[in-house]
């Protein structure tokens, strides 16, 4: 949301387009940021997790700009200041010394929050899309909440398998 400028809601409708750009602007920050996540990453399975979610987000890059031209708009982003800070404090992992088991308990602890603030993100704006009466759009960004969750579970997964432990014992 703009500083200076005051965002005008006079539909659901308008809400929708407003929470698609903002979610527009934060999967592109990530297709940035996921590669990062990936080279930081000394778990191979860590890494295979950050770059396969890094295809998968492409992905969803993709279903907003169908979504965008299923509602007859441009596919526009408005800054995302929260992924913006979650993309921030991901590169304070990246950039960490120490040991590398717990550098890795700490890039998925980030990239949880991540995943946790995109679910937010695409359950609204999906209920969002379903009382505007268009289940299309809502089944489109019900897909990328599916696979959002999918890459919490796995990282939870990951985490609890070895890492975490590994981290404790370093
Ligand atoms: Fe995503």
Same mark, same amino acid.
């Given at each position: 949301?703009?500083?200076?400028?005051?965002?005008?809601?006079?539909?659901?409708?308008?809400?929708?387009?407003?929470?698609?750009?903002?979610?527009?602007?934060?999967?592109?920050?990530?297709?940035?940021?996921?590669?990062?996540?990936?080279?930081?990453?000394?778990?191979?399975?860590?890494?295979?997790?950050?770059?396969?979610?890094?295809?998968?987000?492409?992905?969803?890059?993709?279903?907003?700009?169908?979504?965008?031209?299923?509602?007859?708009?441009?596919?526009?982003?408005?800054?995302?200041? &929260?992924? =913006?800070? $979650?993309?921030?404090?991901? @590169?304070?992992? %990246?950039? /960490?010394?120490?040991?590398? #088991?717990?550098?890795?308990?700490?890039?998925?602890?980030?990239?949880?929050?991540?995943?946790?603030?995109?679910?937010?993100?695409?359950?609204?704006?999906?209920?969002?899309?379903?009382?505007?009466?268009?289940?299309?759009?809502?089944?489109?960004?019900?897909?990328?909440?599916?696979?959002?969750?999918? &890459?919490? =579970?796995? $990282?939870?997964?990951?985490? @609890?398998?070895? %890492?975490? /432990?590994?981290?404790?014992? #370093?």
């Amino acid at each position: 949301m703009g500083l200076f400028t005051s965002t005008e809601f006079d539909s659901l409708e308008c809400l929708l387009i407003d929470q698609l750009q903002d979610l527009y602007d934060a999967e592109n920050r990530l297709v940035d940021a996921l590669p990062k996540m990936a080279d930081a990453a000394s778990t191979p399975e860590l890494k295979q997790a950050f770059q396969s979610h890094l295809q998968e987000t492409k992905g969803q890059v993709n279903r907003l700009e169908q979504a965008f031209k299923l509602l007859d708009k441009s596919a526009q982003s408005k800054s995302c200041e &929260a992924m =913006k800070g $979650l993309v921030k404090e991901g @590169e304070e992992m %990246i950039d /960490a010394k120490g040991d590398p #088991a717990i550098k890795d308990a700490a890039l998925i602890a980030a990239a949880q929050r991540v995943e946790h603030y995109e679910m937010a993100g695409y359950g609204s704006a999906r209920n969002f899309a379903q009382r505007c009466g268009r289940p299309d759009v809502a089944d489109l960004l019900q897909q990328t909440l599916q696979e959002e969750g999918d &890459a919490d =579970k796995k $990282l939870s997964q990951i985490a @609890e398998s070895s %890492i975490n /432990a590994e981290a404790a014992r #370093a």
